[in-house]
């Protein structure tokens, strides 16, 4: 899925005026810059300046209202061909659900370490 950056929003400082206009000038070189605001800020430390970007990128609205191809699914999320459909069931008439026994199916488990040698607790240092 392509991502297309639609909206961005900038917060920069600066501690003098031309400081502050030499960042909103560099913004201005952006076809994208939508609003740009400078306020004067002042705290305990003395005054500063807040500078506010907007950038708005145009995306066409065929683009957005399009539906996302099938092999188009987001980083960590399953496509509709590796979705798996989760345990068979039967519905009984009576209401109750029966399922197939998987268990039966299964090779019967060997547990690796059944022939290691059992340490009893009481020779633990601790």
């Given at each position: 899925?392509?991502?297309?950056?639609?909206?961005?929003?900038?917060q920069h400082i600066a501690y003098t005026r031309k400081e502050a206009e030499e960042?909103?000038?560099?913004?201005k070189e952006n076809i994208a810059l939508?609003?740009?605001?400078i306020s004067e800020k002042y705290n305990k430390h003395g005054q500063y300046f807040l500078i506010d970007l907007t950038f708005t990128f145009n995306?066409?609205?065929?683009?957005m209202e399009s539906n996302p191809r099938k092999d188009d699914a987001p980083d960590g999320q399953m496509n509709m061909d590796e979705v798996h459909e989760g345990v068979p069931y039967t519905v009984n008439p009576d209401?109750?659900?029966t399922v197939k026994?998987?268990?039966?199916e299964l090779p019967d488990f060997v547990d690796p370490f059944a022939d290691k040698k059992d340490v009893p607790d009481e020779d633990l240092p601790y």
């Open positions: 899925m392509a991502i297309e950056q639609l909206n961005q929003k900038e960042i909103v000038e560099k913004a939508t609003m740009n605001k995306t066409p609205k065929e683009v209401g109750s659900v026994n998987a268990d039966e």
